[in-house]
């Protein structure tokens, strides 16, 4: 969700003036509802960040901090629901992707980022049923400098959590086609990745347990 900020550069208006506006403003209540949780999510994270870079010596991160603030805003608005608006839930148009999805429990979309010095990798992930309720969502950083080592142990992550709430048919998207690749053994890869990968096929054949990973547009995810 983006929010138009232009006019406190125009008014010179503070960020506590523009809050105590939007707070007071009663004529626009569903943008209040979408705009305020956003901002103020993403104002704690920054400055939860900024603590951790000052006192514990951390390396700054802010593709950990954008991913914490996705995931904190997910689960605010799954406990709100009744409150909020229903999130808008991305269509898939392509019959094939109609198809696979008829027989699943949960979508898991996974997607990671890497810093810009390379030092850092982000990765997120997020799971919800196929009528759009969330059920989880998990981020987390490492210093991993092979971004599809990143994106595989996102996925084993996700797939690690959706087995622990008793799921059993799951379909990840990303927009990762290695990863699909990989995981239908059409193609040749690294022996991290094929450790990842391993874990994952023993997960499917001995504990009763459907996975399919398919590419799909960044759109989506």
């Given at each position: 969700?983006?929010?138009?900020?232009?006019?406190?550069?125009?008014?010179?208006?503070?960020?506590?003036?523009?809050?105590?506006?939007?707070?007071?403003?009663?004529?626009?209540?569903?943008?209040?509802?979408?705009?305020?949780?956003?901002?103020?999510?993403?104002?704690?994270?920054?400055?939860?960040?900024?603590?951790?870079?000052?006192?514990?010596?951390?390396?700054?991160?802010?593709?950990?901090?954008?991913?914490?603030?996705?995931?904190?805003?997910?689960?605010?608005?799954?406990?709100?629901?009744?409150a909020?608006?229903?999130?808008?839930?991305?269509?898939?148009h392509?019959?094939?992707?109609?198809?696979?999805?008829?027989?699943?429990?949960?979508?898991?979309?996974?997607?990671?980022k890497?810093?810009?010095?390379?030092?850092?990798?982000?990765?997120?992930?997020?799971?919800?049923?196929?009528?759009?309720?969330?059920?989880?969502?998990?981020?987390?950083?490492?210093?991993?400098?092979?971004?599809?080592?990143?994106?595989?142990?996102?996925?084993?992550?996700?797939?690690?959590?959706?087995?622990?709430?008793?799921?059993?048919?799951?379909?990840?998207l990303?927009?990762?086609?290695?990863?699909?690749?990989?995981?239908?053994?059409?193609?040749?890869?690294?022996?991290q990745?094929?450790?990842?990968?391993?874990?994952?096929?023993?997960?499917?054949?001995?504990?009763n347990?459907?996975l399919?990973?398919?590419?799909?547009?960044?759109?989506?995810?």
């Amino acid at each position: 969700m983006d929010v138009n900020i232009r006019h406190l550069v125009d008014q010179n208006c503070s960020l506590q003036q523009w809050i105590s506006q939007l707070c007071s403003n009663t004529t626009d209540q569903d943008n209040i509802i979408e705009t305020l949780p956003l901002v103020l999510t993403t104002i704690w994270c920054i400055w939860f960040h900024r603590n951790q870079v000052i006192f514990e010596g951390k390396h700054p991160n802010p593709t950990e901090t954008m991913l914490t603030v996705k995931s904190l805003l997910y689960r605010y608005r799954e406990a709100n629901q009744d409150a909020l608006e229903p999130l808008k839930t991305h269509q898939i148009h392509n019959t094939s992707s109609r198809c696979f999805m008829t027989d699943c429990q949960v979508l898991v979309f996974v997607e990671g980022k890497s810093s810009k010095s390379g030092r850092w990798q982000g990765i997120g992930f997020l799971g919800k049923h196929r009528e759009g309720d969330y059920i989880f969502a998990g981020c987390h950083s490492t210093r991993n400098r092979d971004i599809n080592v990143t994106k595989a142990i996102a996925i084993r992550d996700a797939v690690l959590t959706t087995c622990s709430l008793g799921f059993r048919r799951v379909i990840v998207l990303t927009i990762a086609k290695n990863m699909e690749l990989i995981w239908e053994d059409r193609t040749q890869c690294s022996w991290q990745l094929k450790t990842i990968f391993e874990d994952l096929w023993h997960l499917q054949h001995h504990q009763n347990f459907h996975l399919q990973i398919r590419v799909a547009p960044h759109s989506i995810l």
